[in-house]
């Protein structure tokens, strides 16, 4: 099974792939996590993104695709992968039509003033990728699943939050319109709490699976 996830930054993709990744055996292929990884570790391709991420603009989709070829390639994708983040644009839509199969896009759905409070309040685990919200951390400063320690992600601040969101509804958007006409599109509401969304990604899934 390969599955696309959709959403706002902010949405709860992340979460929502750890748990469906878990449940599922999937692998998580997350765009920004391996920008992310190549910028750690100053590789030419994360100098590059830097550059694009820090704005709150999206990676070249020449750039983006490449990467995204050779890891669904890899061995352990075989039987299914999850896409997290990817595609991001048409362009990056079309290119994967040409080499994947997709069989359900999870369209996870966020009210625009959420996001705001809930990107600038985020913690990220730095082992494990797991998300936290301050309010709900209470001091904590290490990550209740594996004891990473968690940071600040440099472009959860308002100003880059709010071009990330410019962006998102100029070229991400588009996109639900492109997998509702293919028949994939799969609607789900991120209002309450990341289990009851959960709960509706995964009866989606078993019925899929069935
Ligand atoms: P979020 O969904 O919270 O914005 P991500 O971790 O998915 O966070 O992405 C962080 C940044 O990485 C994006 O703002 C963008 O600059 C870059 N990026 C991630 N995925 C893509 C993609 N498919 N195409 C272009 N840029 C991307
Ligand atoms: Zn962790």
Redesign the pocket.
């Known amino acids: 099974m390969n599955i696309i996830l959709l959403g706002a ?2 949405a709860g ?1 992340g979460t929502q792939a750890t748990k469906i990744s878990d449940g599922y055996g999937l692998p998580h292929i ?4 391996i ?1 992310r990884e190549n910028i750690k570790n100053q590789t030419p391709i994360g100098v590059l993104a830097k550059s ?2 820090d704005k ?4 070249p989709d020449e750039v ?1 695709c490449k990467i995204v070829e050779e890891r669904i390639a890899r061995e352990d994708c075989k039987n299914g992968y999850m896409l997290d ?5 048409i362009a ?1 839509a079309e290119a994967l039509d040409k080499i994947a199969n997709i069989d359900l896009v999870i369209n996870i759905q966020v009210d625009f003033g959420d996001v705001m409070e809930r990107l600038c309040g985020r913690r990220v685990c730095k082992d494990c990728g797991e998300s936290y919200h301050v309010s709900r951390l209470n001091g904590a400063t290490t990550c209740s699943r594996c004891g990473g320690e968690l940071y600040q992600r440099k ?1 959860d601040n308002p100003e880059t939050v709010q071009s ?1 969101l410019e962006v998102y509804s100029a070229q991400t958007e588009p996109l639900i319109a492109y997998y509702t006409k293919k028949g994939l599109l799969f609607n789900v509401v991120s209002d309450s709490t990341p289990e009851a969304t959960y709960e509706k990604v995964s009866a989606k899934l078993d019925a899929l699976l069935k």
């Not at 997350?30 to 996590?33: C, F, L, Q």
């Not at 983040?85 to 644009?89: E, L, N, Y």
């Open positions: 930054p902010g993709k997350s765009t920004g996590d920008f694009f991420i709150g603009q999206l990676v983006t983040g990817f595609p991001r644009t990056q472009d990330r």
